[in-house]
């Protein structure tokens, strides 16, 4: 079993858990803290040093909860997931997501949100230009919402492989949470 120090200094630790793990320590209200005030509270409290990364991660989820900017801002999209993908993101360099790591983020986005996520047209660009670039030719039933150009093809495994990541990520998520004291 994972304590909640050792979820806060794991930055493998996925965001659903982080967000768990504050909401049942200081309640919903925590969404709406400064994030310096949320970081230095969590260190005090768990005497952890908390890395920008986790911090970072944290916002994120936060952020999922509270707006709707992971669903209509395609830089947020982007960033977002590279943190639900336990990775910072380079906010100097355009580096589009690779397919695994947008659907592995929107994998978890789902989880924390708990509801059908609403992708604006932008958004909805964004993610067909990134199945585009995977070579697949009509976006994939996992985000069928992608607005892209189709061509004749098959996307069978990629549709395969995409959804054999959506399995994964829930069952490692799933086994976290089952390992953690929260």
Known sequence: ???????????????????ALITKEYGEECYHWEPLVLKAELQEDFE??????QSDKIQAGITILTTDQY?????????LNYL?????????????????????GLTE???????????????RVYAGLVFHEYGMHKPP???????MKEREGNDDSKNEAL??????????????LDNAQL
């Open 109 to 123: 986005a789902y989880l924390i949100r708990g509801e059908k996520l609403d992708f604006s047209p932008e958004v």
């Open 1 to 19: 079993m994972k304590s909640k120090k050792q979820i806060l200094k794991d930055e493998k630790a996925p965001v659903l858990v982080l967000i």
């Open 163 to 176: 959804q054999e990541l959506f399995d994964e990520k829930i069952k490692l998520i799933k086994k976290y």
């Open 48 to 53: 952890v040093e908390l890395s920008d990364l």
């Open 71 to 79: 669903e209509t801002n395609a830089p947020v999209f982007e960033t």
């Open 84 to 104: 639900l993908n336990n990775q910072p993101d380079d906010l100097e360099d355009f580096n589009p997501l690779e397919p695994e790591e947008l659907i592995c």
């Open 141 to 147: 039933t996992l985000f069928p919402e992608a607005i």
